[in-house]
């Protein structure tokens, strides 16, 4: 069975990018453009990855990652953080919040799915 991966990201380029990537390498995508549809998207899709956008309208990704891990159903789901706006400590902001890990964009495919197969297994 395929692994599922919940893509967060606002950027209709870059989502549509992450998913076809991701779709191509036998994963089962769901896209979510609105970080206000985010937990209820994950709840429904039960994913076993979430790549979160940082920078989103209206919800800040990293609420969203600490969320998630409040979250009795969403806990456990890895996040992978991807942000536009890597500046000295974001990392670390990142990774507190409950990101298992991160990537700054632009993001290359090679780095990307070496971090996606790392959490998915």
Same mark, same amino acid.
């Given at each position: 069975?395929?692994?599922?991966? !919940? %893509?967060?990201? =606002?950027?209709? $380029?870059?989502?549509?990018?992450?998913? #076809?990537?991701?779709? *191509?390498? @036998?994963?089962?995508?769901?896209?979510?453009?609105?970080?206000?549809?985010?937990?209820?998207?994950?709840?429904?899709?039960?994913?076993? !990855? %979430?790549?979160? =956008?940082?920078? $989103?309208?209206?919800?800040?990704?990293? #609420?969203?990652?600490? *969320?998630? @891990?409040?979250?009795?159903?969403?806990?456990?789901?890895?996040?992978?953080?991807?942000?536009?706006?890597?500046?000295?400590?974001?990392?670390?902001?990142?990774? =507190?919040?409950?990101?298992?890990?991160?990537?700054?964009?632009?993001?290359?495919?090679?780095?990307?799915?070496?971090?996606?197969?790392?959490?998915?297994?």
């Amino acid at each position: 069975m395929a692994k599922r991966i !919940l %893509v967060v990201e =606002d950027n209709d $380029l870059n989502r549509k990018l992450f998913c #076809d990537v991701l779709r *191509a390498s @036998g994963f089962e995508v769901e896209p979510v453009a609105d970080g206000e549809l985010v937990l209820n998207s994950a709840r429904a899709f039960d994913p076993d !990855l %979430v790549i979160m =956008d940082i920078q $989103l309208p209206h919800v800040s990704g990293l #609420d969203l990652i600490v *969320a998630m @891990g409040r979250d009795g159903q969403l806990s456990d789901v890895p996040v992978l953080a991807v942000t536009a706006y890597a500046g000295k400590g974001d990392e670390e902001k990142i990774r =507190d919040a409950g990101a298992a890990s991160y990537l700054a964009k632009p993001v290359s495919i090679g780095p990307f799915m070496a971090a996606v197969r790392q959490l998915v297994g």
